[in-house]
T-cell receptor, first 112, second 113 residues
Framework: QKEVEQDPGPLSVPEGAIVSLNCTYSNSAFQYFMWYRQYSRKGPELLMYTYSSGNKEDGRFTAQVDKSSKYISLFIRDSQPSDSATYLC????????????FGAGTRLFVKA | NAGVTQTPKFQVLKTGQSMTLQCAQD?????MYWYRQDPGMGLRLIYY???????DKGEVPNGYNVSRLNKREFSLRLESAAPSQTSVYFC????????????FGSGTRLTVV
C-alpha cells in the first residue's frame, strides 16, 4: 500500500464548476501538507501548504486537512480552463528525516 | 528570477552510456533534491543534499550518483544508463527541510534505448 493515495483521474468539469481534489494517507506522523500544480511538460509549482489540521484559503483555492480521517482536499472555486493541469498532493512528517512524499497526481480538465 | 535551472531539457542515450544532469539554483537555498517522475508512480526521491557538502540517498538511488558542487549546483550522474532509467528528472530546492514547499526546475526528459 502506498503511503499517499491519489485518484489519477482524469477529472473533467465545465468552466465555473467547483472542483474537489483529494488524497488519503496512512502515516499519522504527517504534519505538513502541500498541493502542487503541474502543467504539461513543466515542473510542479507550489500552490498551497498547511500545517496540521484545518482550512487555508488563497483566492479561488481552499486546502483542507482532516487528520482524524487521514484525508486532505483541495477545492477550486469558479474553475477556469487555465486550471487544467495535474495536481499533486505532498506531505512531510516531522520524524524520520523530514522527507516529502508525493501523491501520483490527479489530472484535471476544465472545459470552456 | 531564474529559480532552478536544469540542463539538458531532453536527452536520448544508448544503454550503457553515461551522462550528467546539471542543476543550479539562485535562491540561496540550502537543500537540493533530485526526483524522477514516472506515470502512475508520482515523484520519487533519488538523492538529496541537505546542505553544501552533504548528500544522502533517497527512495530510488541505485544506478545514480550525485555531487553537490557548491551551494548553487547539484548534479546527477548516470554511470551506465539502463532502459529502466527512462523518465523525467526534476531538480528541486528548498530553504530548509521543505516544510514550506520546494521550487522545481522544468525537468529533463531522458530516454534510454
Amino acid at each position: 500500500q502506498k503511503e499517499v493515495e491519489q485518484d489519477p483521474g482524469p477529472l473533467s468539469v465545465p468552466e465555473g464548476a467547483i472542483v474537489s481534489l483529494n488524497c488519503t494517507y496512512s502515516n499519522s506522523a504527517f504534519q505538513y501538507f502541500m498541493w502542487y500544480r503541474q502543467y504539461s511538460r513543466k515542473g510542479p509549482e507550489l500552490l498551497m501548504y498547511t500545517y496540521s489540521s484545518g482550512n487555508k484559503e488563497d483566492g479561488r483555492f481552499t486546502a483542507q486537512v482532516d487528520k482524524s480521517s487521514k484525508y486532505i482536499s483541495l477545492f477550486i472555486r469558479d474553475s477556469q480552463p487555465s486550471d487544467s493541469a495535474t495536481y499533486l498532493c505532498a506531505m512531510i512528517s516531522n520524524t524520520g528525516g523530514f522527507k516529502t512524499i508525493f501523491g501520483a497526481g490527479t489530472r484535471l480538465f476544465v472545459k470552456a | 528570477n531564474a529559480g532552478v535551472t536544469q540542463t539538458p531539457k531532453f536527452q536520448v542515450l544508448k544503454t550503457g552510456q553515461s551522462m550528467t544532469l546539471q542543476c543550479a539554483q539562485d535562491m540561496n537555498h540550502n537543500s537540493m533534491y533530485w526526483y524522477r517522475q514516472d506515470p502512475g508512480m508520482g515523484l520519487r526521491l533519488i538523492y538529496y543534499s541537505a546542505s553544501e557538502g552533504t548528500t544522502d540517498k533517497g527512495e530510488v538511488p541505485n544506478g545514480y550518483n550525485v555531487s553537490r558542487l557548491n551551494k548553487r549546483e547539484f548534479s546527477l550522474r548516470l554511470e551506465s544508463a539502463a532502459p529502466s532509467q527512462t523518465s523525467v528528472y526534476f531538480c528541486a530546492s528548498s530553504g530548509g527541510t521543505g516544510f514550506y514547499g520546494y521550487t522545481f526546475g522544468s525537468g529533463t526528459r531522458l530516454t534510454v534505448v
